[in-house]
């Protein structure tokens, strides 16, 4: 199993995410920097996450027109799996693979701590209703779509993450960027991209108290 790990310029997260995926048995997890054109033939690409391009214009929207995403797209479109964190998110949607737009959070100020999310769809990595603590460390998180994006998402089961409370309701309280839905994640139609805002690489690991994203990491590289 081949996984590319996308670099940017900015990018901070490369290393929690590589960790992450050995902590469950990925074996060849390859650095790529973000000037290559070509990624060979990865079973899954990651896109982590950091501050590519220092954030300039919007967050991800330089990152989305490095060389290497015309591959990523040709990729994409050809079924590999794909999975963006925080900043990787933005860049697929600033790259058109998922819809919707991430705009500042609506505090207007950068948010760090821990949040719990559930596992909104039917099949993919968890099984619906899975809960995760989960930390955010995020400016722009604040997931806007409008009533048709939202609507397809319904119907064809593509929201993967809401933010909720401890108990699993979905509040105003539980969701800390103003996130249309409390939505914190979402799949493409095929289930074969996800985009999420919160860091689940940094709950992962023997040393971490928490540990509750195991199981999303080693059932995405089952999947496989």
């Known amino acids: 199993m ?4 996308i670099i940017f310029p900015g990018t901070n997260r490369e290393h929690d995410m590589a960790m992450a995926l050995k902590q469950v048995g990925a074996k060849d997890v390859q650095m790529v920097w973000h000037k290559e054109t070509d990624l060979g033939k990865p079973d899954l690409i ?6 590519s391009y220092g954030d300039y214009l919007r967050c991800g929207a330089m990152g989305a027109h490095s060389p290497i995403m015309k591959d990523v797209i ?8 794909i999975f963006g964190v925080c900043n990787g998110f ?3 949607i600033e790259s ?29 990595y968890l099984d619906k209703g899975d809960m995760m603590t989960v930390p955010v460390a995020h400016g722009e998180g604040n997931y806007f779509a409008n009533e048709n ?28 960027n103003g996130s249309i839905m409390n939505i914190a994640g979402i799949y493409n139609r095929d289930k074969t ?22 199981g999303f990491f080693k059932n995405m590289l089952d999947s496989l």
């Open 193 to 214: 991209i996800l985009g999420m805002m919160p860091h689940p690489e940094n709950v992962m690991l023997d040393h971490q108290a928490n540990q509750s994203a195991r």
């Open 96 to 124: 058109g693979l998922l819809p919707g737009a991430l705009l500042r959070n609506n505090s207007l100020k950068f948010i760090c701590k821990n949040v719990h999310l559930k596992y909104e769809a039917s099949s993919g």
């Open 2 to 5: 081949k996984i590319a790990l």
């Open 149 to 176: 994006i939202l609507k397809e998402l319904e119907d064809t089961d593509s929201i993967a993450f809401k933010y909720c409370n401890d108990n699993g309701d979905y509040t105003k309280h539980a969701n800390p």
């Open 74 to 81: 040709k990729r994409a479109e050809a079924g590999t799996r």
């Open 90 to 92: 933005q860049i697929l």
């Open 46 to 51: 990651v896109l982590p996450g950091g501050f």
